[in-house]
């Protein structure tokens, strides 16, 4: 039973971490302050009381936010702080406003003058990291990639050139999907992690190349189970040719024919036209 006469907690809007599968994973301090809360704010209220009960915290005081009341509801809970309340913000897993609603609520909050206090913990991208075992030593955190293939596809374009490794969340049913649009953008042999049901009882955590990916998927039904975290090794960094070189090809390529786009940028960059030409078939034809 969590203490029954917790401490007075300072006006904030405390931004609380939860489990993203282990109940075992909540913080002390996270205990302390959904036990001392005035109102615990939730993305999925059934989900949150389960949480309070299994840990001997009164489910009374909880509200509901989600996407389609996240303005409404932060107009209350503005009013409530500036009362004198405090209030915990829960979302249905892992850490709020990554991803999911809040990051709007934390917004008004802030622009209302009002004090916002993040109480840190699971983050199933964080989790994943940790255990891929990725060279890079950046990460690019994307979340949720679209659900229709050409649009997936033409946003996966604009991160093919990232050195740093990249870290998607997908659903089970998109999963076969995206992994063949992975390896059509990026290519056959970067390296993939399928981080799946993290912290839960069926955790696993497999790397292979983008090549094998599709065989690993179909191989087994349970493959293709579960909330999945999805990491990509990051491009090889291209020797010799700045950023700004880059995306200087890639606009004109978009405007004129390869041969003058490279005449254009030898012109415009100072780089080798050498270079700049075989970049271009790269960026024409990205599977090859």
């Known amino acids: 039973m969590h203490n029954e006469h917790p401490q007075k907690l300072e006006t904030a809007l405390y931004v609380v971490a939860t489990p993203i599968g282990n109940l075992r994973d909540i913080t002390l301090r996270a205990l302390d302050v959904l036990a001392a809360a005035d109102l615990v704010a939730a993305e999925d209220t059934r989900n949150t009381r389960h949480l309070l009960t299994q840990h001997g915290i009164n489910a009374g005081r909880v509200m509901a936010v989600h996407q389609h009341n996240e303005r409404g509801a932060a107009e209350k809970i503005i009013a409530l702080l500036q009362a004198g309340q405090n209030v915990a913000f829960v979302s249905d897993a892992g850490t709020p ?28 991208a964080i989790a994943a990291l940790s255990a891929a075992g990725m060279a890079e030593t950046h990460f690019f955190f994307y979340g949720f990639l679209p659900n229709k293939s050409a649009a997936r596809r033409s946003t996966l374009e604009k991160l093919r050139d990232v050195t740093a490794t990249l870290v998607f969340y997908e659903a089970p049913h998109r999963i076969v999907e995206c ?35 599709l065989d690993w998927l179909n191989s087994d039904p349970n493959n293709q189970r579960g909330e999945f975290v999805v990491l990509v090794s990051g ?25 003058q786009a490279v ?13 700049l030409y075989q970049l271009a078939l790269q960026m024409k034809n990205p599977a090859e």
């Open 97 to 124: 406003a990554i991803s999911d609603p809040g990051a709007l609520l934390v917004r008004a909050v802030l622009a209302a003058g009002l004090r916002v206090i993040p109480i840190p913990g699971a983050s199933a």
């Open 235 to 259: 491009a090889q960094p291209q020797p010799g040719l700045s950023a700004e070189t880059r995306d200087t090809l890639a606009v004109l390529l978009e405007e004129l024919p390869l041969k």
């Open 263 to 275: 005449k254009l940028a030898t012109q415009i960059t100072g780089a080798k036209r050498g270079e």
């Open 179 to 213: 992994a063949a649009d992975l390896q059509t953008v990026f290519g056959a042999e970067r390296e993939i992690v399928f981080a799946r049901e993290i912290t839960k009882l069926f955790e696993s955590i497999h790397r292979c190349t983008l090549g094998a990916a």
